[in-house]
């Protein structure tokens, strides 16, 4: 499998992942095509409706 320039597995292009916190809100994330931003939504809770982009990157990967 091949990696995005900023070192994501380019598997979660695409996909969305939703997840709820204790205080009732949900959100749902999904990485950008590009594969060096990361979109989230508030799709309940007192956020509703919140939006943003994010540019993500990843360490190095590091043997120990």
């Known amino acids: 499998m ?3 320039p ?3 597995d380019l598997a979660f292009i695409g996909k969305a992942i939703e ?3 204790d205080d009732g809100v949900v959100l749902r994330d999904s990485q950008g095509p590009n594969g060096v931003t990361l979109t989230y939504e508030a799709i309940a809770g ?3 409706g919140a ?3 994010i540019d993500i990157s990843s360490a190095a990967e590091v043997d120990v």
Do not use: A, T
């Open 6 to 8: 900023g070192g994501w």
């Open 46 to 48: 007192p956020n509703l």
């Open 19 to 21: 997840f709820g916190v």
């Open 51 to 53: 939006i943003e982009d």
């Open 2 to 4: 091949g990696s995005s």
